[in-house]
């Protein structure tokens, strides 16, 4: 077999692009990534880098998962089996599982690879973006190979832009203040630090505080320089946090005369997927504690693009507006318009036609992650019973699920999330019943 082990210097701006033989945009696949060729969607991948893990995990394609190096420690592919260590995995591990693509890191040693390489498998590793422009190429990249140039391109780039704008909405949190903050990460008591010129060092202006360890600064040097900006907040590796307390080297640190050194897991800063905005909200709720957070998941995925959302969301808040102001308006008009609403959805849900436009078999199921024409109609069917306003993608994302559970809720069926016989029946008959 050939060799197909590549490195996508995507942190670089290098262009990879996928075209197809007759270079027409409606072909998936072939999918081309520098000097190697994905003829189809993979079925079976092992995933070795946990940075990566982070984006199959945002993107939807947990099923595909059917091997992880230790270091994947994602709560969702906890249950997913493992295969050694990222730098150093199993290889007769790996060969039992038989996987499509292998995805791993660019720092993994060359012996490494050349077995894998040697034993035919497709391994394609990744270097780190250096920008959220390049995290948005990353996650595109990784959605070409799972789904395709044009669909998993998509998918991939919208997670991507949906982190950027989750992050953003989390910066309009803090309060504003002329005071300048100064804060770091350390991994360790000698002073190693995360640079300001990664997207996990750019995690501090979102915080509206300044990272105090810039790049470009030599080793011998990196101490004096921190020592000299004295940061307020020091944020640290998981078992670091005593080590600096009781060192002589920080004793005159203002973060430790006033407590303020706090551990946070070093993987949440070399992952560049959810991870990102999970390190954001933990250190906003810790320099900024009156802010108040949705507990629920702050990635904010959707199957929309971020203009369909801010619309939504703007359309949302004024009609809200408009009801609290008509609400202390008049008591009496409200009663009436609630009344009327409830004879409407009384009505509406009388009038309930059955959906033929989908051939449901007994072994039909969907789920999160899925990418099917069918799951068109399943949206299209939503829309029609009230529960679904978004673009129809086909992608069983996050918000079809909500649409889902919400379907079954109304109509007193298990609040699963997933599309099967049962709900699927039951949804595009007539005796389904519309949202209230």
Do not use: W
Not at 23 to 35: G, H, I, M
Not at 213 to 235: H, M, R, S, T
């Amino acid at each position: 077999m050939f060799k197909k082990i590549v490195a996508l210097a995507l942190a670089a701006g290098m262009v990879l692009s996928a075209t197809a033989c007759n270079s027409s945009r409606s072909e998936e696949y072939p999918v081309k990534l520098a000097n190697i060729t994905i003829s189809k969607a993979p079925d079976r991948v092992i995933v070795l880098s946990d940075s990566i893990a982070d984006i199959l995990v945002s993107c939807g394609f947990i099923k595909k998962i059917e091997g992880r190096s230790d270091e994947c420690t994602q709560e969702e592919i906890s249950g997913v089996k493992t295969v050694g260590s990222k730098l150093k995995p199993d290889l007769e591990k790996i060969s039992a599982l038989s996987p499509d693509v292998i995805f791993a890191d660019s720092d993994m040693p060359k012996e490494q690879l050349t077995k894998l390489n040697e034993s035919g498998f497709t391994v394609i590793t990744f270097v780190p973006a250096t920008s959220m422009s390049g995290i948005s190429d990353l996650f595109g990249n990784v959605g070409a190979v799972m789904a395709g140039e044009t669909t998993g391109r998509e998918i991939g780039e919208e997670r991507a832009e949906t982190l950027s704008v989750t992050m953003d909405d989390l910066q309009r949190l803090i309060p504003e203040s002329k005071v300048l903050v100064t804060a770091c990460y350390l991994y360790d008591e000698k002073g190693t630090s995360l640079k300001d010129d990664t997207p996990s060092g750019k995690l501090f202006e979102y915080l509206n505080a300044v990272n105090v360890c810039k790049a470009g600064v030599a080793d011998d040097e990196a101490f004096n320089a921190l020592k000299l900006a004295n940061p307020q907040y020091i944020f640290c590796d998981i078992g670091v946090k005593d080590k600096i307390m009781k060192s002589e080297l920080f004793k005159d640190f203002s973060a430790v005369k006033n407590k303020q050194v706090y551990e946070l897991s070093s993987e949440l800063f070399s992952r560049q997927g959810n991870s990102l905005v999970e390190a954001l909200t933990d250190m906003i709720e810790i320099m900024y504690p009156s802010v108040s957070i949705n507990p629920e998941d702050p990635i904010k995925r959707t199957e929309s693009s971020k203009a369909e959302t801010s619309k939504a969301e703007t359309s949302k808040a004024e009609t809200s507006k408009a009801e609290t102001s008509k609400a202390e308006t008049s008591k009496a008009e409200t009663s009436k318009a609630e009344t009327s609403k409830a004879e409407t959805s009384k009505a509406t849900t009388s009038k309930v036609k059955a959906d033929t436009s989908l051939k449901i078999t007994k072994d039909m199921f969907f789920e999160f992650g899925d990418i099917k024409d069918d799951i068109k109609k399943v949206q299209n069917r939503l829309e029609a019973l009230g529960y679904f306003n978004e673009e129809k993608s086909g992608y069983y994302g996050e918000v079809t699920q909500k649409a889902v559970k919400a379907f079954q809720k109304a109509n007193k069926l298990t609040q699963s999330g997933n599309c099967d016989y049962k709900t699927l029946t039951l949804m595009f008959s007539a005796k389904a019943k519309a949202a209230g």
